[in-house]
């Protein structure tokens, strides 16, 4: 049987990555609201609020119809305010769970951060099993992990399917933040410094193959997995006695 076709809710929809995911839906004709404290595009129906307001994101979710969340709103990683990363990414994480559960949302997309498990030191040869650090690198990325974790956590909570991305850094058109960052350091000649021996490596990912991501985990969330090729099946059965 088809899974039953979602009504998506953006939830950060007129960020950076948001906005994309957002166009991705309406190319392939899929019915989505965006929810933001922030206006900037009149294509789809808005919802103004701060996610930390339980009362906000539910009355959103009603009013539209939500069935599906994706939830990519944060402060940005860069400024310096650990009481706002808790009150939004924490706070306003569980404030998006408890009202996705009061109004029978059945899938939540969360977009946490590969920064999660990096503590400063390198890391090589892992998979998405690697524990979060003891030591957090920063009061952004402990928020992020805080908030992945209760994202996991809720997963079948009254019926609600959770899954979390990990991103590294994202690059693309409508980037508001990379590439200013970059021009600025070029503009106070600040481009003679090395870190490092000149080797490191750090992960990007084009925004487009990142709102891509999102689409998919929202569609896998309820596809059943496929049956196993009958060889592997058959591997499995006991041998017979004769
Ligand atoms: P962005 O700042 O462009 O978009 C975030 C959106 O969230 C904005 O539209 C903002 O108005 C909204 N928002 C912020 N606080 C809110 C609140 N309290 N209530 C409602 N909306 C709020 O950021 P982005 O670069 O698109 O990042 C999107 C997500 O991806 C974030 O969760 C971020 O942590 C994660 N991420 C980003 C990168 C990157 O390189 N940009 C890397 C890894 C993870």
Request: glycine share 8%; aromatic share 8%.
């Amino acid at each position: 049987m088809a899974p039953t076709k979602d009504v998506y809710m953006v939830v950060g929809g007129n960020g950076f990555l948001g906005r994309h995911i957002v166009q991705q839906l309406l190319e392939r004709g899929d019915i989505v609201s965006v929810f933001d404290i922030v206006e900037r595009y009149n294509d789809v129906s808005f919802y103004s609020g701060d996610i930390s307001d339980q009362e906000s994101v539910a009355s959103a979710l009603r009013k539209s119809g939500a069935t599906c969340i994706i939830h990519t709103a944060s402060p940005h990683a860069t400024i310096n305010n650990p009481a706002l990363f808790q009150k939004v990414n924490v706070d306003g994480t569980k404030a998006i769970i408890a009202a996705a559960v009061e109004t029978g949302v059945r899938k939540l997309v969360f977009t946490s951060s590969a920064g999660v498990v990096f503590n400063g030191n390198e890391i090589k040869d892992v998979d998405e099993r690697i524990a979060f650090p003891d030591v957090p690198m920063d009061a952004y990325n402990d928020s992020k992990a805080k908030a992945e974790v209760a994202v996991i956590e809720a997963n079948g909570k009254g019926g609600l399917l959770t899954v979390a991305l990990r991103p590294a850094g994202i690059f693309g058109p409508g980037d508001r933040q990379v590439m200013t960052g970059l021009h600025q350091v070029y503009e106070r000649g600040q481009t003679h410094f090395q870190i490092g021996d000149n080797t490191n490596l750090f992960d990007w990912t084009y925004v487009g193959n990142v709102a891509r991501a999102h689409l998919l985990a929202a569609d896998k969330l309820d596809t059943p997995p496929p049956a196993p090729p009958l060889s592997a099946v058959t591997e499995k059965l006991p041998l017979s006695a004769d």
